[in-house]
C-alpha cells in the first residue's frame, strides 16, 4: 500500500529548515528516503529500520516512529542543492513509494 | 553501493512496436526491479525480477504487455510489447545494495515517447 507524503510542496528560502513527512496505513519495519533532481535518477538517502537510532547525513536526517507507523525527513539549513523532489518508500522485499515532496529552494 | 548501466536512455518508438529495455549491474544480485515514471508522478512498480524464476508482477501490469528476462544475477531486459502513447514515461530498474546501511539504487532510466 502507497505511503502517504506531507505536504505535497515546499517552497523555502536558503537556510530556512523543511520536515516532510510520510505515514502509513499498514505496519512499518523500514522506510527508505530517496531524492530525486529533475532529469535524474533517485538518490538513496537513508533508511529507518525498525527498533533502529535516527539518522542522519550531512544536515539532513529522519525519525521513525513505529508506533504512529510514521517517519519524517528533517531539512535543516538548507541548501540550493537540496532542491528536488522526495520520496519515502515502504516495504519489506519490495519498495513502494509516495507520491513524492517537491523542494525548492530559493536563494 | 551497486553500478547499473541501463540503456537505451531514451527512444521514440511507433504505436504497436516494441521495445526492449537493458539493465547491466556491476555486481550479483537476487532481485532487480522494475519501475515506471510519469513526468511529475511517483515511481511505480512493475514487477520484480527474480534470476531462474518468473517475475513477479504488480497490479495493472501483465507480462504479456511487459515480459521481463533474467538469464544471470548481473542482466535484465524489460520489453514494453505493442506499445501505444500512454506507455510514454520513463522506465528506470533498480537493485537493493547490500550492506548495513542499504537502500535501493537505479539505472538512470529509459525516457519512452510513443507517437
Known amino acids: ?107 | 553501493s551497486a553500478v547499473i548501466s541501463q540503456k537505451p536512455s531514451r527512444d521514440i518508438c511507433q504505436r504497436g512496436t516494441s521495445l526492449t529495455i537493458q539493465c547491466q549491474v556491476d555486481s550479483q544480485v537476487t532481485m532487480m526491479f522494475w519501475y515506471r515514471q510519469q513526468p511529475g508522478q511517483s515511481l511505480t512498480l512493475i514487477a520484480t525480477a527474480n534470476q531462474g524464476s518468473e517475475a513477479t508482477y504488480e497490479s495493472g501490469f501483465v507480462i504479456d504487455k511487459f515480459p521481463i528476462s533474467r538469464p544471470n544475477l548481473t542482466f535484465s531486459t524489460l520489453t514494453v510489447s505493442n506499445m501505444s502513447p500512454e506507455d510514454s514515461s520513463i522506465y528506470l530498474c533498480s537493485v537493493e545494495d547490500s550492506g548495513e546501511d542499504y537502500g535501493y539504487t537505479f539505472g538512470s532510466g529509459t525516457r519512452l515517447t510513443v507517437v
Open chain 1, 1 to 107: 500500500q502507497q505511503p502517504v507524503q506531507s505536504p505535497q510542496a515546499v517552497i523555502l528560502r536558503e537556510g530556512e529548515d523543511a520536515v516532510i513527512n510520510c505515514s502509513s496505513s499498514k505496519a512499518l519495519y523500514s522506510v527508505h528516503w530517496y531524492r530525486q533532481k529533475h532529469g535524474e535518477a533517485p538518490v538513496f538517502l537513508m533508511i529507518l529500520l525498525k527498533g533502529g537510532e535516527q539518522k542522519g547525513h550531512e544536515k539532513i536526517s529522519a525519525s521513525f516512529n513505529e508506533k504512529k507507523q510514521q517517519s519524517s525527513l528533517y531539512l535543516t539549513a538548507s541548501q540550493l542543492s537540496y532542491s528536488g523532489t522526495y520520496f519515502c518508500g515502504t516495504g519489506d522485499d519490495k519498495i513502494i513509494f509516495g507520491k513524492g515532496t517537491r523542494l525548492h529552494i530559493l536563494p
